[in-house]
């Protein structure tokens, strides 16, 4: 199987890049329950993952692959105000440099994975957006020509991702 593997928050990512892990909220989604060792994850930032959506846009920045199941985190782990009681290890093969990707708007009306054309974001509002092998080809037909293997760019993400202060700081 194929995903998008949506990454909301730019602490998140760079957890996600540092660790060559995913974590999964509490919340029981099928999709989740469903990841298997060995699927293909499309590393997808929304407009809001850098906190500057007027500026950047939603787009395909790495390709990974699942290489553990989805197993419960202990202790579970906290991040951004958020806690995550699943997770799973990743094999991070492909990183765009740093926000620069494929940019997905451009690419919906071409895209199976989302049905509804005029509201395709509302299915960014989950962790993981199944793909199909049309979907999966024409995502990596673009991210293979802007990515490159994931040592090449990734001090710069974990250089410049800051952790955002906590209010009062």
Known sequence: MSYLLVL???EALAWVLREGRM???ATRRHEVDRLAVGDELFLLTTRGCFHNPVRDRTRVIGRAVVSTRVEPLDPPLELVGRR???GCKL???VLAPYRTGVEVAPLVPKLD????KDVWSIWLRRP???LGQHDVNLIW???RRVGRPVSEHLPTYLESIRPVAAPGR
Request: glycine share 10%; charged share 25%.
């Open 8 to 10: 909301g928050e730019r």
């Open 23 to 25: 974590a999964f909220p």
């Open 84 to 86: 995550f009681t699943r």
């Open 91 to 93: 094999d991070i093969g």
């Open 113 to 116: 994975a989302f049905p509804r």
């Open 128 to 130: 993981l957006v199944s």
């Open 141 to 143: 037909s673009r991210l």
